[in-house]
């Protein structure tokens, strides 16, 4: 079983912070998948702004894409925590 996610915070880029449930944290680059299938629809990067937390995952509900909890886990570029702290300070989850 992965970690379910705790926050997702849009960055600049189609870059994705997440923080997990086990205190892990990572950023997540969306930009390879944007080309393909329904991550089309998050091309817009006003849809991909609104990204938010959905039970163990993420998901922009408003364009009907959502992640699978592995694929997000997997895909994290893994970042310390002094560096996520860093990286996330003044910034809201959604």
Not at 40 to 60: C, G, H, L, P, S
Request: include cysteine.
């Amino acid at each position: 079983m992965y970690p379910s996610v705790k926050t997702v915070t849009p960055k600049e880029d189609y870059i994705l912070y997440i923080t997990f449930n086990n205190n892990e944290s990572g950023i997540l680059d969306m930009k390879p998948y944007l080309a393909f299938g329904i991550f089309k629809r998050i091309e817009n990067y006003n849809n991909f702004r609104n990204v938010r937390v959905a039970f163990d995952t993420i998901e922009w509900s408003s364009v009907g894409v959502d992640l699978d909890p592995e694929f997000v886990y997997q895909k994290c570029k893994k970042v310390s925590t002094h560096s996520a702290l860093a990286a996330d300070k003044g910034h809201q989850s959604h």
